[in-house]
Protein backbone atom coordinates (compact mmCIF):
# COMPACT_ATOMS: atom_id res chain seq x y z
CA UNK A 1 0.00 0.00 0.00
CA UNK A 2 2.76 2.10 0.94
CA UNK A 3 4.98 1.28 -2.49
CA UNK A 4 1.47 2.16 -4.50
CA UNK A 5 1.06 5.54 -2.70
CA UNK A 6 4.41 6.55 -3.15
CA UNK A 7 4.60 5.48 -7.20
CA UNK A 8 1.22 7.24 -7.66
CA UNK A 9 2.74 10.45 -5.63
CA UNK A 10 5.55 10.21 -8.15
CA UNK A 11 3.42 9.97 -11.19
CA UNK A 12 1.30 12.83 -9.58
CA UNK A 13 4.31 15.16 -9.16
CA UNK A 14 5.72 14.29 -12.65
CA UNK A 15 1.84 15.20 -14.01
CA UNK A 16 2.27 18.37 -12.16
CA UNK A 17 5.43 19.39 -13.43
CA UNK A 18 4.35 19.11 -17.46
CA UNK A 19 1.25 20.90 -16.19
CA UNK A 20 3.40 23.69 -14.39
CA UNK A 21 5.34 23.61 -17.83
CA UNK A 22 2.64 23.81 -20.09
CA UNK A 23 0.89 26.31 -17.97
CA UNK A 24 3.97 28.59 -18.04
CA UNK A 25 3.51 28.69 -21.79
CA UNK A 26 -0.01 28.35 -22.51
CA UNK A 27 -1.73 29.36 -19.14
CA UNK A 28 -4.38 32.47 -20.05
CA UNK A 29 -3.47 34.71 -16.54
CA UNK A 30 -5.16 38.03 -15.86
CA UNK A 31 -3.65 41.21 -17.08
CA UNK A 32 -2.59 42.47 -14.09
CA UNK A 33 -0.46 39.23 -13.28
CA UNK A 34 2.82 41.28 -12.13
CA UNK A 35 4.19 40.88 -8.91
CA UNK A 36 5.16 44.69 -6.93
CA UNK A 37 6.85 44.86 -3.75
CA UNK A 38 9.47 46.96 -1.40
CA UNK A 39 11.26 46.58 1.98
CA UNK A 40 10.48 49.18 4.34
CA UNK A 41 12.77 50.40 6.98
CA UNK A 42 12.44 47.67 9.64
CA UNK A 43 12.96 44.90 7.35
CA UNK A 44 9.58 43.91 6.16
CA UNK A 45 9.12 43.13 2.62
CA UNK A 46 5.28 43.90 1.32
CA UNK A 47 3.97 42.51 -2.00
CA UNK A 48 0.80 43.55 -4.20
CA UNK A 49 -0.19 42.52 -7.36
CA UNK A 50 -0.58 46.29 -8.25
CA UNK A 51 1.77 49.33 -7.61
CA UNK A 52 0.16 50.44 -5.00
CA UNK A 53 2.33 53.92 -4.24
CA UNK A 54 5.40 54.99 -4.83
CA UNK A 55 7.72 52.70 -2.43
CA UNK A 56 6.00 49.43 -4.65
CA UNK A 57 8.64 48.52 -7.67
CA UNK A 58 8.13 45.71 -9.89
CA UNK A 59 9.52 42.77 -8.92
CA UNK A 60 8.65 40.04 -11.46
CA UNK A 61 5.93 40.26 -14.58
CA UNK A 62 3.39 37.56 -16.28
CA UNK A 63 5.46 34.81 -17.97
CA UNK A 64 8.64 35.83 -16.43
CA UNK A 65 9.89 33.03 -13.43
CA UNK A 66 11.24 34.19 -10.59
CA UNK A 67 14.57 31.91 -12.02
CA UNK A 68 15.20 34.97 -14.32
CA UNK A 69 15.58 37.21 -11.64
CA UNK A 70 19.69 36.62 -11.65
CA UNK A 71 20.15 34.87 -14.74
CA UNK A 72 20.48 31.53 -12.78
CA UNK A 73 17.53 28.74 -14.63
CA UNK A 74 16.74 25.73 -13.00
CA UNK A 75 19.76 23.46 -11.69
CA UNK A 76 21.64 26.91 -11.17
CA UNK A 77 22.24 27.06 -14.65
CA UNK A 78 22.94 30.64 -16.11
CA UNK A 79 20.42 32.03 -18.29
CA UNK A 80 22.11 34.78 -21.41
CA UNK A 81 18.75 36.07 -21.96
CA UNK A 82 17.53 36.91 -18.23
CA UNK A 83 17.23 40.40 -17.72
CA UNK A 84 19.97 41.22 -14.75
CA UNK A 85 17.94 42.35 -11.74
CA UNK A 86 18.04 45.89 -9.91
CA UNK A 87 19.11 46.06 -6.11
CA UNK A 88 15.51 46.05 -5.35
CA UNK A 89 14.01 43.09 -6.82
CA UNK A 90 17.26 41.22 -4.78
CA UNK A 91 16.34 42.90 -1.50
CA UNK A 92 12.62 41.30 -2.22
CA UNK A 93 14.08 37.85 -3.50
CA UNK A 94 16.30 37.71 -0.52
CA UNK A 95 13.49 38.34 2.16
CA UNK A 96 11.43 35.64 0.89
CA UNK A 97 14.66 32.94 1.10
CA UNK A 98 15.88 34.10 4.06
CA UNK A 99 12.57 34.52 6.11
CA UNK A 100 13.52 33.82 9.50
CA UNK A 101 10.26 31.22 9.86
CA UNK A 102 11.78 29.21 7.19
CA UNK A 103 14.35 27.26 8.82
CA UNK A 104 11.46 26.63 11.60
CA UNK A 105 9.17 25.02 9.33
CA UNK A 106 11.29 23.39 7.04
CA UNK A 107 11.48 19.78 8.47
CA UNK A 108 7.61 19.90 8.76
CA UNK A 109 6.83 21.05 5.61
CA UNK A 110 9.24 17.96 4.18
CA UNK A 111 7.69 15.19 7.14
CA UNK A 112 3.91 16.03 6.23
CA UNK A 113 4.49 16.62 2.74
CA UNK A 114 5.90 13.38 1.78
CA UNK A 115 3.54 11.52 3.87
CA UNK A 116 1.06 12.86 1.59
CA UNK A 117 2.75 12.48 -1.61
CA UNK A 118 2.87 16.38 -2.15
CA UNK A 119 6.04 18.23 -3.29
CA UNK A 120 7.24 20.21 0.30
CA UNK A 121 8.45 23.13 -2.77
CA UNK A 122 4.70 23.46 -3.40
CA UNK A 123 3.75 23.81 0.32
CA UNK A 124 6.24 26.14 0.73
CA UNK A 125 4.90 28.62 -2.16
CA UNK A 126 1.46 28.23 -0.65
CA UNK A 127 2.72 29.26 2.29
CA UNK A 128 4.80 32.17 1.10
CA UNK A 129 1.23 33.49 -0.71
CA UNK A 130 -0.71 32.71 2.01
CA UNK A 131 0.78 34.20 5.14
CA UNK A 132 3.87 35.36 4.06
CA UNK A 133 5.28 32.77 6.62
CA UNK A 134 3.50 34.15 9.46
CA UNK A 135 2.02 31.22 11.90
CA UNK A 136 -0.05 33.79 13.38
CA UNK A 137 -1.53 35.28 10.13
CA UNK A 138 -5.76 35.54 10.80
CA UNK A 139 -7.53 36.89 7.52
CA UNK A 140 -10.68 38.77 7.70
CA UNK A 141 -12.77 35.49 6.40
CA UNK A 142 -11.50 33.73 9.59
CA UNK A 143 -8.38 31.52 7.55
CA UNK A 144 -5.97 30.65 10.42
CA UNK A 145 -2.14 30.59 10.32
CA UNK A 146 0.60 29.10 7.92
CA UNK A 147 -1.44 27.94 5.15
CA UNK A 148 -4.69 30.06 6.12
CA UNK A 149 -6.71 27.04 6.72
CA UNK A 150 -10.07 27.88 7.69
CA UNK A 151 -12.01 25.81 11.08
CA UNK A 152 -14.50 24.13 8.78
CA UNK A 153 -11.68 23.09 6.20
CA UNK A 154 -9.51 22.20 9.53
CA UNK A 155 -12.22 19.67 10.57
CA UNK A 156 -12.70 18.21 7.66
CA UNK A 157 -8.66 17.18 7.66
CA UNK A 158 -8.24 15.99 11.13
CA UNK A 159 -8.36 18.76 13.60
CA UNK A 160 -10.80 17.86 16.03
CA UNK A 161 -11.89 20.31 19.12
CA UNK A 162 -11.81 18.80 22.63
CA UNK A 163 -12.59 20.12 26.14
CA UNK A 164 -9.46 22.37 26.03
CA UNK A 165 -9.08 23.83 22.62
CA UNK A 166 -11.51 24.61 19.57
CA UNK A 167 -10.57 24.09 15.98
CA UNK A 168 -9.55 27.11 15.74
CA UNK A 169 -7.17 26.99 18.81
CA UNK A 170 -5.35 24.23 17.51
CA UNK A 171 -5.40 25.86 13.89
CA UNK A 172 -2.91 28.36 14.93
CA UNK A 173 -0.43 25.63 16.11
CA UNK A 174 2.48 25.02 12.94
CA UNK A 175 2.32 21.01 12.46
CA UNK A 176 -1.82 21.00 12.68
CA UNK A 177 -1.79 23.79 10.49
CA UNK A 178 0.39 22.57 7.98
CA UNK A 179 -0.94 19.15 8.24
CA UNK A 180 -4.67 20.60 7.68
CA UNK A 181 -3.18 22.11 5.20
CA UNK A 182 -1.54 19.52 2.93
CA UNK A 183 -4.38 17.18 3.33
CA UNK A 184 -6.34 19.64 1.62
CA UNK A 185 -3.76 19.98 -1.43
CA UNK A 186 -4.03 16.12 -1.53
CA UNK A 187 -7.48 16.06 -1.54
CA UNK A 188 -7.56 18.55 -4.60
CA UNK A 189 -4.69 16.49 -6.05
CA UNK A 190 -7.16 14.30 -6.59
CA UNK A 191 -9.46 15.53 -7.23
CA UNK A 192 -7.95 17.17 -10.09
CA UNK A 193 -5.34 14.75 -10.93
CA UNK A 194 -2.56 16.61 -13.25
CA UNK A 195 -4.35 20.38 -13.16
CA UNK A 196 -1.65 22.05 -10.39
CA UNK A 197 -3.65 25.45 -11.88
CA UNK A 198 -7.10 24.32 -10.43
CA UNK A 199 -5.66 22.89 -7.54
CA UNK A 200 -4.38 26.33 -6.41
CA UNK A 201 -7.53 28.05 -7.70
CA UNK A 202 -9.31 25.36 -5.55
CA UNK A 203 -7.25 25.84 -2.36
CA UNK A 204 -8.11 29.82 -3.01
CA UNK A 205 -11.73 29.59 -3.34
CA UNK A 206 -12.80 26.09 -2.91
CA UNK A 207 -13.58 22.83 -4.82
CA UNK A 208 -16.68 24.33 -5.70
CA UNK A 209 -15.74 27.20 -7.31
CA UNK A 210 -13.55 25.13 -9.66
CA UNK A 211 -16.34 22.98 -10.38
CA UNK A 212 -19.21 25.57 -10.71
CA UNK A 213 -17.22 26.88 -13.95
CA UNK A 214 -16.52 23.57 -15.50
CA UNK A 215 -13.16 22.78 -13.47
CA UNK A 216 -11.92 26.31 -14.89
CA UNK A 217 -10.20 28.64 -13.00
CA UNK A 218 -12.88 30.81 -11.01
CA UNK A 219 -12.61 34.25 -12.94
CA UNK A 220 -12.27 35.76 -9.79
CA UNK A 221 -9.14 38.38 -9.66
CA UNK A 222 -7.51 37.08 -6.39
CA UNK A 223 -8.13 33.33 -7.45
CA UNK A 224 -6.61 34.39 -10.61
CA UNK A 225 -3.92 36.10 -9.11
CA UNK A 226 -3.26 34.04 -6.76
CA UNK A 227 -2.52 30.65 -9.29
CA UNK A 228 -0.39 32.90 -10.63
CA UNK A 229 1.53 34.15 -8.13
CA UNK A 230 1.68 30.57 -6.26
CA UNK A 231 3.35 29.26 -9.87
CA UNK A 232 5.77 31.63 -10.12
CA UNK A 233 6.89 30.96 -6.12
CA UNK A 234 6.87 27.22 -7.23
CA UNK A 235 9.26 27.36 -9.42
CA UNK A 236 11.36 29.51 -6.93
CA UNK A 237 11.25 26.73 -4.42
CA UNK A 238 11.47 23.84 -6.62
CA UNK A 239 15.18 21.65 -6.79
CA UNK A 240 17.29 23.68 -8.59
CA UNK A 241 15.83 27.33 -8.42
CA UNK A 242 17.21 30.38 -6.56
CA UNK A 243 15.55 29.03 -3.49
CA UNK A 244 17.40 25.73 -3.25
CA UNK A 245 20.56 27.23 -4.15
CA UNK A 246 20.52 28.43 -7.20
CA UNK A 247 20.93 32.19 -5.78
CA UNK A 248 24.75 31.25 -5.11
CA UNK A 249 24.71 33.20 -1.14
CA UNK A 250 21.39 34.78 -1.02
CA UNK A 251 22.50 36.35 1.61
CA UNK A 252 22.05 39.60 3.50
CA UNK A 253 18.32 41.06 4.74
CA UNK A 254 16.14 38.52 6.47
CA UNK A 255 12.64 39.90 6.41
CA UNK A 256 10.89 40.14 10.08
CA UNK A 257 7.43 39.39 7.55
CA UNK A 258 6.30 38.82 3.96
CA UNK A 259 3.09 41.09 3.72
CA UNK A 260 1.02 40.01 0.61
CA UNK A 261 -1.77 41.94 -0.97
CA UNK A 262 -3.36 39.61 -3.78
CA UNK A 263 -6.42 40.65 -5.80
CA UNK A 264 -7.46 42.98 -2.87
CA UNK A 265 -7.29 41.03 -0.41
CA UNK A 266 -6.14 42.80 2.45
CA UNK A 267 -3.09 42.21 4.15
CA UNK A 268 -3.07 39.89 6.63
CA UNK A 269 -1.06 41.26 10.48
Do not use: C
Not at 31 to 36: E, G, M, V
Not at 216 to 223: A, H, K, L, S, V
Request: net charge positive; proline share 7%.
Amino acid sequence: MGEQRTTTGRRWQQAAAVALAFAALAWAAPASAALYGYVDENGDAHFANEKLDDRYQLFVREGRALNSLNGVGGGGRTNPDATPPDPAQQKLLRALLNHPNIPKVEPIIRQVANAHDVDPALVKAVMAVESGFNPSAVSDKGAIGLMQVIPDTGARFGVSADTRRTVGQKLADPRTNISAGVRYLSFLMQMFPGKLDLVLAAYNAGEGAVQKYNNRIPPYPETQQYVATVMQFYRLYQPGGIGTGGMGGASGINARRVRMVIGGRSSMP
